[in-house]
Structures are given as C-alpha cells and as structure tokens.
C-alpha cells in the first residue's frame, strides 16, 4: 500500500543543474508535504514542506510545487551541488483517520550531483 | 543546535531475545515517534507518544512492541521477542506539537541486526 510514491530510485545530475525530485500521492486526504535529506548513517532531515492551500514554496536554492488535482508534488534545487548528494524523502501528513503529525513516506530517491 | 540522539548506534541480537533502542529527544519537545526503515524500504511510521501514553500506533507495532518513558529524558523502544523481520533502522523523532507544521527531528538511527 504505497500511498507516497517516488518513482525514481536514483537520479544524476552535473553540478550547477537543476534537479528536481518527484513525489505523487494517492490519499486526496493529505493535507501537507514534507521533504527529508538523508545521509548515509544519519537520521532524516527535514529540508521543505508545503501545506495543500498553497502550490510553491521556496527556501533558497529549495523550491517544493504542488499539483493537487495530479496528486503531484516536486522538489527543485537550483543550482544543484555536490554536497546535495543525499537520499530525499517525500512524506505526507494529514487528519487522513490517523492524528496529525504521523509521516507517511516515500521510498526515497537517491540524488548524485557530480562535480 | 539540539538534536535527537540514540543509542545504540549497532545492536546485534538473537533471534527470540528482548531489545531495548534508547532515544534522548529535543528537551523541549513533548512529542515523541518511533519509525522504522527494512533496507531498500521506506521510512516506516511505528507509534507516537505524548503524556506517557500512546497516541496512534501503527499495525505494525503488534504487541510485541512497547514504548516508555522512564525518566525526564529517556524514551525507549522494546521488543520483546525479536524476529529475523524486526531487522531494520530504528528512528526516534520528536516535535514540540503535534500539528503537521510543527517538525519532527529525527536522530540518527539504530541498526537492528536480528540473527
């Protein structure tokens, strides 16, 4: 039961391109998005969210969209650079049934952003 | 900055035995999870936990599963009877609400190696 999806196990990207990481959602009843960083021997790190009353968010080189009616969230990172290398968790919340604060996530895409 | 920590970072056990994964949280946070990740799975939510009770638990944390917190600042996962599945990442997390908005901080993990 894959409610968050992340199609894309691995992605490779030169350093100053643009990446962007896709997430889609099949529980209409999320109501905000969160992007975690992880690296290797260490916990999630939460990087961007966005609540489901807005389409963007930016922080930085960090811009989260958000398409409702597809059930589809990305991240960008502009310019990408080396020490983005890290696994990127989509994950989602809401008042789905269960209470607040629970993450659902994705599997994860693994970024490579070489020099 | 503060940040969750966990002990042990490796714990190798028998197939059968009882485990118990520390967590110390962020001292001001009153909102505390246990997550899981199975190697090449997703992040998977366990059971949250605020004022010495259970808020939501997942079907996975069967009754085999326990949390406390036995002091001001500890809070523990126990496993009674290990299974060769219970092997994965265990992540603690804590947040200072339980809105959606409100982060969760993850520490760093506990490998679980059932054998």
């Known amino acids: 039961d894959q409610q968050v999806k992340q199609n894309s196990p691995s992605l490779s990207v030169q350093e100053g391109r643009i990446s962007i990481l896709n997430c889609d959602y099949t529980?209409?009843?999320?109501?905000?998005f969160l992007w975690y960083k992880k690296y290797p021997a260490e916990g999630p790190t939460f990087l961007i969210s966005?609540?489901?009353?807005?389409d963007k968010n930016e922080d930085g080189r960090f811009t989260v969209f958000l398409n409702k009616s597809a059930k589809h969230l990305s991240l960008h990172i502009v310019p990408s650079q080396p020490g983005d290398s890290a696994v990127y968790f989509c994950?989602?919340?809401?008042?789905?049934?269960?209470?607040?604060?629970?993450?659902?996530f994705g599997k994860g895409t693994k970024l490579s952003v070489k020099p | 900055e503060p940040e969750v920590t966990q002990t042990p970072s490796h714990q190798v056990t028998q197939m059968g035995q009882e485990v118990i994964l520390r967590c110390v949280p962020i001292?001001?946070?009153?909102?505390f999870y246990w997550y899981r990740q199975i190697l090449g799975q997703k992040v998977e939510f366990l059971v949250s936990?605020?004022?010495?009770?259970?808020?939501?638990k997942s079907e996975i944390f069967d009754d085999q599963f326990s949390v406390e917190r036995p002091d001001g600042s500890n809070f523990t996962l126990k496993i009674r009877s290990t299974k060769l599945e219970d092997s994965a990442m265990y992540f603690c997390?804590?947040?200072?609400?339980?809105?959606?908005?409100?982060?969760?901080?993850f520490g760093p993990g506990t490998r679980l190696t059932v054998l």
């Open positions: 997390a804590s947040s200072r609400t339980a809105t959606v908005e409100d982060t969760q901080y």
């Open positions: 529980n209409s009843m999320f109501d905000y």
């Open positions: 966005i609540s489901s009353i807005k």
């Open positions: 994950a989602a919340s809401g008042d789905y049934g269960g209470s607040q604060g629970n993450l659902i």
């Open positions: 001292s001001n946070h009153l909102y």
């Open positions: 936990f605020y004022n010495n009770e259970i808020s939501e």
